[in-house]
């Protein structure tokens, strides 16, 4: 079964390529193999895609799909052939201390796509068209029923972008009532200001320039739109919130800058959320300390969102594949990369 | 009424002396004047007094007292002369839109003490015999009646080092059934001990190398002491805590060592709650981010703490006076600075 089924594989430094690659299989008993439906394009794709994130050879990439389970090993009892299943970005058991406590992305024995696992049994990317999925049971959450086409946009989010976003309104503590500030209009951003919303946020400011993108935010549910930046930004929402700055902040970038934005557009006692993949990010510990600001995020444990998150889509409660304005066949990836990294796309869906 | 009252004046480093001060009068119709009763040396205090937080003349110092109001401005309701009064490390107008959110350190209004307040008039320090409080209404929190001797310690704790442990374990969400770590055994660190029990937490760990300051932890309600550091007690309070670390961690040092040794101790999405003024301290936000730590601290908002932990000590459930292991005259602050600087005592107590 060599060189049969088709997998994204970055070469090199924006030369990101459709090959043939060999096709997975199961390998140990509590594995399944998955035929994909539909993936899509992360932010945090653009990161190696740009050469920001080093890596020395070709490097299989993509971590949101949905799909239709093809085989199960026999250590598989949640999921059958047949199933259309939802893969979280990152792999896990369910079952270890780490995810009993919720943080499955912290499991003892899980990971992340596109790599070998702790066995050195290799885990395909998820930009493909087959990919072996570990611990089946811990990783995979299927439907009811296979859904309608039309669900597949919003089901396809809730493998990351979403619950990414509803991570970071729960690491921010948004609950009824809250003061929101979301950073960062990105496709992880405009899910935060919908998951904010969901959560019962009483006003959500959106910060972005873009037209497109202050439009989408509006549907999602924010309040107002903030497009200054910097010390204009900071005093235009300080001014929004009583003078001194909302409850929660929701960072979804991941720069040293859209940090310092979330920091100063908290009120003293406030609490950052964020979910932007840190790159130079630099704390000004005293600072933060001096106005009692929280701070808390990392990688969304999908795994422990999906089954709450998953009902409010199937009920039609929210409709988060929104956020993709490009849909492409899988073997124009390529442009679809592109398409992000200019700017002219805010996520890219692949369909297969 | 120059040259009257006495109050500790910080000259140079190490050199700390009671001297004859201007008594402090009635400034502004919102003041009381207070008559101490009791103060005490906070570790805080040892920065300047080491000369590790720099100062260039001499300083009024002292952040914690009890004592009788003795005379009230005219705009000033809810205390009167005679009134037996905690004073928190800061003060507060407790009406601003922060105070309403209940963080009373960073009042619009407020302050702190032995340095001028927003409208340029001095504010005392609180080792001394008498101090102008500015917002009395907002800042002083009265006993119902005038206290037995027997609980001015356990009054005096309500200024600062207990609701300061308090605040470390609110900021680290310690709540019914959690798994604790506290890191550093000074008085604020046994304080947090206490206030981590009080709180219901199911098991907690201190961390601390020193025969009587363990047992006062145990006292206080600690389960378990490690005495080891860095990697070991990483590793100890790991295999203590599932082999994966407590929910809630309690920094209350303030060095780069101990929340180095306090994020080490944390579960993946376990929470930090600090207290210790940082000093150089650098974080390593994507070590954190990977790990879902949460971090949150800051100067403990006492005045919103105080009703509640005031009734606890008043009903006797608590007895947070036990961390001062050493009580002094007034006119032997010297000696009190001296013992602490060099760890001969917890905490110590001055009289009048």
Redesign the interface.
């Known amino acids: 079964m060599l060189g049969v089924m088709r997998a994204t594989v970055l070469h090199e430094v924006r030369d990101i390529r459709l090959d043939t690659v060999d096709d997975p299989r199961l390998v140990l008993d509590t594995d399944a193999v998955v035929r994909a439906v539909a993936s899509c394009i992360c932010g945090s794709d653009l990161w190696p895609y740009r050469g920001e994130n080093p890596f020395t050879q070709p490097v299989r990439i993509g971590h949101e799909l949905v799909g239709i389970v093809e085989q199960v090993g026999s250590g598989v009892s949640t999921v059958q052939p047949g199933d259309f299943v939802i893969v979280p970005f990152a792999y896990s058991d369910n079952t270890c201390?780490?995810c009993e406590?919720?943080?499955h992305?912290?499991c003892?024995n899980g990971g992340y796509w596109g790599g070998d696992d702790r066995q050195g049994h290799f885990v395909d990317g998820l930009q493909g068209e087959l990919v072996r999925v570990p611990f089946a049971d811990g990783t995979l959450v299927k439907t009811p029923t296979t859904p309608d086409e039309s669900l597949v946009p919003h089901l396809l989010t809730l493998a990351d972008v979403f619950p990414t976003g509803h991570h970071a309104a729960m690491?921010a503590g948004v609950t009824t009532g809250s003061t929101v500030v979301v950073v960062g209009d990105g496709a992880v951003g405009l899910s935060a200001v919908l998951a904010a919303k969901r959560l019962g946020a009483d006003r959500v400011v959106a910060m972005s320039r873009h037209a497109d993108r202050q439009e989408l935010a509006r549907r999602f549910g924010a309040d107002e739109i903030v497009a200054e930046r910097g010390d204009e930004g900071a005093a235009t929402v300080r001014e929004i919130f009583?003078?001194?700055g909302a409850?929660c902040v929701l960072e979804c970038v991941g720069t040293n800058d859209s940090m310092k934005q979330a920091l100063r557009s908290a009120?003293?006692?406030g609490?950052i959320g964020?979910v932007g993949?840190?790159h130079g990010?630099?704390?000004n510990?005293?600072a933060?300390?001096?106005?009692?600001?929280?701070?808390?995020?990392?990688?969304a444990?999908v795994r422990a969102y999906l089954p709450e998150l998953l009902q409010d889509v199937l009920d039609g409660v929210i409709t988060p594949g929104d956020v993709f304005d490009l849909s492409l066949p899988l073997d124009q990836v390529a442009e679809g990369y592109r398409a992000m990294d200019e700017r002219r796309a805010i996520k890219t869906l692949l369909t297969l």
Chains 1, 2 share one sequence.
């Open positions: 201390a780490v406590r919720g943080v992305t912290a003892l690491c009583d003078g001194i409850d009120r003293p006692g609490q964020y993949v840190p990010v630099q704390l510990v005293p933060m300390f001096g106005r009692n600001l929280g701070l808390k995020g990392g990688p444990p």
